[in-house]
């Protein structure tokens, strides 16, 4: 079964520190992709960043970086000099590629993020 | 900010009354995916249209149906509403040339009493 694991239901960081949300997934496929979603309060979800499952680095963008551990199964988010702004729910999502069929994404259960000052 | 646009933004009904919620596409994106969000958890993914197609069903029961127009807009329809389906719609676009990235818009927060 495909599955993402958030164990995390709640963390806190200082302003200006690092934090590392974690992910774990379980598929039996070969060939899929990995999300980290941001969600405000507002509700919107704000995509953050993507790694494929055959990339050999791990993906940047921004202060945002995904630490991929295929052995293990992981994509931990790691952001970088946290910003009062970056306190939000946080999702790890997987999309598995099945020949253009369906290209849905399963969600995990989401980590709340609190930046304090 | 994408360009994904829903509406309405609020809404409320009645058990046993039908809604229909409204989607835009980033331009570019001719795959439009519904998600159901309710309070507390992730997002569950509904149902997907390409090209006016569905593309692939979740686990949601056919009083949940959709529509995706020649400019790639998407209507979703749910008919005899139940109190559980209160929660955040969420729409988002996605085409092959972006890598399938889905972007989200703001979403639509459904109240059934």
């Known amino acids: 079964a495909q599955k993402i694991t958030q164990t995390q239901p709640g963390m806190f960081v200082q302003e200006k520190e690092a934090v590392t949300l974690d992910c774990t997934y379980d598929?039996?496929?070969?060939?899929?992709?990995l999300f980290w979603y941001k969600q405000p309060s507002s509700g919107e979800m704000i995509f953050l960043i993507y790694q494929g499952s055959y990339d050999e680095q791990n993906a940047t963008e921004g202060r945002y970086s995904l630490n991929f551990q295929k052995a293990r199964k992981s994509a931990n988010l790691v952001i970088s000099a946290s910003q009062l702004g970056d306190s939000a729910m946080y999702f790890c999502a997987m999309r598995v590629l099945r020949g253009g069929a369906t290209n849905k994404l399963i969600f995990g259960t989401g980590t709340l993020l609190a930046v304090q000052p | 900010e994408t360009g994904v646009t829903q509406s309405p933004t609020h809404l409320i009904k009645t058990r046993g009354q039908q809604v229909t919620l409204r989607c835009s596409s980033q331009?570019?994106?001719?795959?439009v995916s519904w998600y159901q969000q309710a309070l507390g958890q992730g997002p569950q993914f509904i149902f997907q249209?390409?090209?006016?197609?569905?593309?692939g069903r979740g686990n949601f029961p056919p009083r949940f149906s959709g529509l995706q127009f020649p400019n790639y807009s998407s209507e979703l329809n749910v008919n005899a509403l139940e109190l559980d389906d209160s929660a955040l719609y969420l729409c988002a676009s996605s085409s092959r040339e972006d890598k399938n990235i889905q972007y989200f818009g703001a979403g639509t927060r459904l109240s059934v009493l």
């Open positions: 598929t039996s496929d070969q060939s899929y992709g």
């Open positions: 331009s570019g994106h001719n795959t």
């Open positions: 249209y390409y090209r006016e197609e569905e593309n």
